[in-house]
């Protein structure tokens, strides 16, 4: 059963969804969602996960049932927010899972703290270069604020329509986007710009953990995927289904190559 909480961090508190004993003998996996999801969006990924390893996943600041920053926090800040919460709950090792600006703050968490890092997965890696990161600004910055008329809710409607795709989006994963969207109208515009902002690529070369890499075809991210396996040779690759949502709309895919992987990793350590 996938149970809520809160994590108590110097800036604020952490709401979480979990499964499993965090501080066993297993290792758990520490999830991180997208811009402007929550952590709603692992929840098919943890029950196909069924107990396997324990999990968490985190709701940003400024997203779900998180605090709200007074001002901007770049990337590195906000994984630090996600390490104290860590730090809270008494959870020292852990293998990181991330989705697009989860895969942002997963570098930046296993970069800075490599002995607490026992692996890290991506699914939408984003080695792009400055001018890449300046383009995407342009089309992913723009903030969606409440007007009198309501106007807003419609423009976050169709934004999340067109994110979609081709990959039609049940009606049930378009009312939840749209609500988490708008509750996180000013941490979507803080947090994108964070991510622009942020030199993922080099942070990417640093990483030394086991690293493993998952990409939809129809995601907005695909045509960067071959880039960011051929800069890490030494990760392991998987293409999942879906389009930019992969946990919700392949959540075996997904489960399939993580649990793959991690039991390939603890293989590899175990003739080590």
């Known amino acids: 059963m996938i149970t809520k909480g809160y994590a108590n961090t110097p800036l604020g508190q952490i709401h979480f969804r979990t499964t499993g004993k965090l501080t066993g003998d297993q290792t758990p996996i520490v999830m991180l969602h997208q811009t402007a999801s929550s952590s709603a969006m692992w929840e098919k990924v943890i029950t196909h996960i069924d107990g396997a390893l324990p999990t968490i996943a985190f709701d940003t600041p400024g997203f779900g049932n998180s605090f709200d920053p007074e001002g901007y926090l770049s990337i590195g800040e906000l994984s630090e927010v996600i390490v104290h919460a860590c730090n809270d709950l008494g959870i020292d090792a852990f293998h990181l899972l991330g989705h697009h600006t989860g895969v942002c703050l997963a570098a930046e968490i296993a970069v800075a703290h490599p002995s607490r890092t026992q692996s890290v997965m991506m699914i939408g890696p984003v080695p792009l270069t400055a001018e890449e990161r300046e383009e995407f600004r342009t089309h992913f910055s723009t903030p969606f604020s409440p007007d009198e008329l309501g106007g807003y809710l419609t423009n976050t409607w169709n934004y999340l329509q067109d994110l979609g795709g081709t990959e039609a989006m049940p009606l049930d994963l378009m009312h939840r986007e749209v609500l988490d969207t708008v509750r996180a109208h000013q941490g979507r515009f ?53 389009s930019n949502f992969e946990p919700d709309q392949d959540p075996a895919g997904v489960t399939k190559a993580v649990l793959t992987f991690l039991n390939d990793a603890s293989s590899n350590k175990q003739e080590t």
């Open 190 to 242: 803080l947090t994108y710009s964070a991510v622009w902002d942020q030199d993922f690529t080099a942070l990417f070369e640093q990483i030394d953990a086991p690293l493993l890499l998952m990409c939809a075809e129809k995601d907005v991210l695909w045509p960067f995927f071959e880039r960011a396996c051929d800069m890490r040779t030494d990760a392991q690759s998987a293409t999942v289904g879906g």
